[in-house]
C-alpha cells in the first residue's frame, strides 16, 4: 500500500510541476512510477487488464480471516441473489429455470476462472519485450 502511495504522490507532483517535465530526473521518476504504469497498463494492455482480473480470483479483504473471506467471496459467486440472477441471465420463467441457472453457475464460474488464470499465466511469462507497459 505504501508504494502505491508515493506512487500517487509522484504523479500529482508530476502533474503539478508539468514545466519540468523535460529533466531527465523527473522523466525516469515518471518511468519507475508503479501506479501510473498500472494505470495506463490496465488502459491499454489487455493481457495485463486479464491477469490482474485472474489474480483478483484469489484476493481477499485482508481485515479478516483469509479463510473466512475466501469462503464469504466463493460463497456470493455461486448463489446469487435473485435480483443478481435476473440482471445477469435475465428473467426466467418457473423454478425449473432458476434451479437450472443454480446448476449451470458453478459450471460456469470454473470455466471464467480456467480462461483467466490461462490468461494470466500467459501474460505473466511472455517475454518482456513484448510488454507494452
Known amino acids: 500500500m505504501e508504494a502505491e502511495g508515493r506512487a500517487v504522490f509522484d504523479a500529482l507532483d ?16 515518471l518511468a519507475n512510477n ?3 504504469r498500472h494505470v495506463l497498463a490496465s488502459r491499454y ?9 485472474a489474480a483478483a480470483i484469489f ?10 473471506a475466501l469462503a464469504r467471496k466463493i460463497r456470493n459467486r455461486l448463489f446469487l441473489t435473485e435480483e443478481s440472477t435476473i440482471r445477469r441471465y435475465g428473467p426466467r420463467k418457473g423454478p425449473v429455470g432458476r434451479v437450472l441457472l443454480r446448476l449451470w453457475r458453478p459450471l460456469e464460474l ?20 513484448k510488454r507494452s507497459i
Open 14 to 29: 508530476f502533474l503539478a510541476n508539468a514545466s519540468s517535465a523535460a529533466t531527465p530526473d523527473t522523466r525516469e521518476k
Open 110 to 129: 470454473v470455466g471464467k476462472s480456467f480462461a483467466l488464470l490461462l490468461k494470466y499465466w500467459e501474460y505473466r511469462f511472455r517475454s518482456l519485450d
Open 45 to 53: 494492455d489487455a493481457a495485463y487488464r486479464d491477469a490482474v482480473r
Open 34 to 36: 508503479l501506479f501510473l
Open 59 to 68: 484476493w481477499v479483504d485482508s481485515n479478516r480471516s483469509r479463510t473466512v
